[in-house]
């Protein structure tokens, strides 16, 4: 917020205008784009930063661009947020690596896919950490394995970015990371920003995805002239002030400290699960053990045994103050593995949507730290879970059978006084 308010004065267009403000927000626009390939390990002379919306239009544009011929696939995973798992199968052929029971990948089957597809896989798309289960993946490992096998290696960095260094690695390395996308939301900053890194070669093929004024050299009435990359992946007047946030609160998490963050995490994630261990009723989906005998994020999916888990969000909500996410978090697949859903269950379900009824899909709750959080929310949720438990439940609640969320009866909110001056209205 306060880069924000810093660069406020100079905000104008970039790349468009000879005047001073102009001159001031181009500049700093270029270098947002190094500090954020400074902060995710990118080789300058070869990687490019592309600004985007957010991870979702990353994972697009590199699909978009990616080419692949008949019989070539993507490989990506059953553990994947949809933006992940959707963007390539618009595009291309794609099949999906296993995970166990407890959420982790199976190299044993990724070895498959390669094998089977021997030569084939023209890329491996997996997330940096799951947004589910806070699963990291062995990511230098699976690099190395779609090299082996000849195919380019991307992370979905959207959940890992905040948490954990991204190192993209030099070039030629067997576990040098292809492409990186991230958000700024998920970074701390505002939203309506992110970044797709990946090798400037790439991005000097084919045609862009969106086209139109900041992409071109030269447009006659039948002739178009693309321009150099990033600008030409970047078509549209730049979002100036979303990159100088996203490339902000990248320097402000590398002078925090990433492994100090990381140690944060470590220790709030093995004291709430320590916590949880201790409600027979509690079901953390993929590793529950405090002693996080493997590394993973300090994201807590669980479900509470005979209350809904819509419910128990809504609870948390309403009665606690404690906000949580509640749902399939947009990995369908992966928590319907998770869950156990076969699939008659998961037909069945489709049934119920296709109906017009959300309110009885499986789900799990999820907490999720950021750096700001200590101790005392963990016990603050822990506690509010044993009164849940106990049925102290003050307010009646709704399920609302076209969202599946459950709603308070009869409590009103003033949401409007929280809205700025500018876009408030009476009544
Ligand atoms: C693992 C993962 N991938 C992709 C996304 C999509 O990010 P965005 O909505 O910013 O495009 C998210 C968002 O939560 C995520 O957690």
Redesign the pocket.
């Given at each position: 917020m306060k880069a924000l308010s810093d660069f406020a004065p100079w905000y104008s267009s970039v790349h468009r205008g000879t005047g001073y403000k102009s001159q001031v927000s181009t500049y700093a626009y270029e270098k947002a784009r190094r500090v954020v390939g400074e902060f995710v390990g990118a080789d300058p002379a070869k990687d490019v930063v592309i600004f985007c919306k957010?991870?979702?239009?990353a994972l697009n544009l590199a699909a978009n661009l990616l080419e692949t011929g008949q019989g070539e696939v993507v490989l990506t995973s059953e553990m994947e947020?949809h933006?992940?798992l959707l963007s390539w199968r618009k595009y291309h052929q794609t099949d999906y690596f296993r995970v166990d029971g407890q959420g982790r990948l199976s190299q044993e089957d990724l070895r498959a896919k390669l094998s089977q597809y021997s030569g084939r896989v023209k890329l491996v798309a997996i997330?940096g950490?799951?947004?589910v289960t806070g699963y990291l993946p062995d990511l230098c490992r699976i690099a190395s394995l779609a090299h082996e096998a000849g195919a380019l290696f991307m992370v979905?960095g959207?959940?890992l970015a905040a948490h954990r260094r991204i190192h993209m690695g030099s070039h030629g390395d067997a576990a040098h990371i292809d492409f990186v996308a991230i958000?700024a939301?998920?970074l701390y900053a505002p939203f309506g920003s992110?970044a797709l890194i990946g090798s400037r070669a790439f991005f000097k093929q084919g045609e862009p995805m969106l086209v139109g004024g900041g992409a071109v050299d030269i447009v006659t009435l039948d002739e178009t002239l693309w321009n150099d990359t990033p600008d030409r992946d970047e078509a549209g007047s730049p979002n100036v002030l979303g990159a100088i946030a996203l490339a902000a609160a990248c320097r402000t998490l590398t002078q925090i400290g990433l492994e100090s963050i990381a140690e944060h995490e470590r220790a709030l994630t093995s004291y709430a699960l320590e916590r949880l261990s201790g409600f027979g009723r509690v079901r953390v989906l993929g590793c529950a053990d405090p002693s996080l005998p493997e590394d993973r994020l300090g994201v807590i999916a669980f479900n509470v045994e005979g209350i809904p888990h819509n419910l128990v969000a809504a609870v948390l909500g309403y009665e606690h103050a404690i906000g949580v996410r509640a749902g399939c978090f947009?990995a369908h697949p992966y928590l319907l593995r998770l869950l156990g859903v076969d699939a008659e269950g998961s037909r069945h379900h489709r049934e119920s949507v296709r109906g017009g009824d959300k309110s009885r899909l499986p789900g799990a709750v999820r907490m999720s730290f950021g750096l700001y959080n200590d101790q005392s929310d963990v016990d603050a949720v822990v506690t509010a879970l044993e009164r849940i438990m106990a049925g102290d439940i003050r307010g009646s609640y709704i399920a609302e059978t076209s969202s599946g969320d459950y709603l308070p009866e009869r409590t009103r909110f003033d949401l409007a006084r929280h809205l700025p001056a500018g876009i408030r209205t009476r009544g």
């Open positions: 957010h991870t979702t239009e947020h933006s992940n997330s950490a799951s947004n979905d959207a959940q958000s939301h998920k992110g947009c």
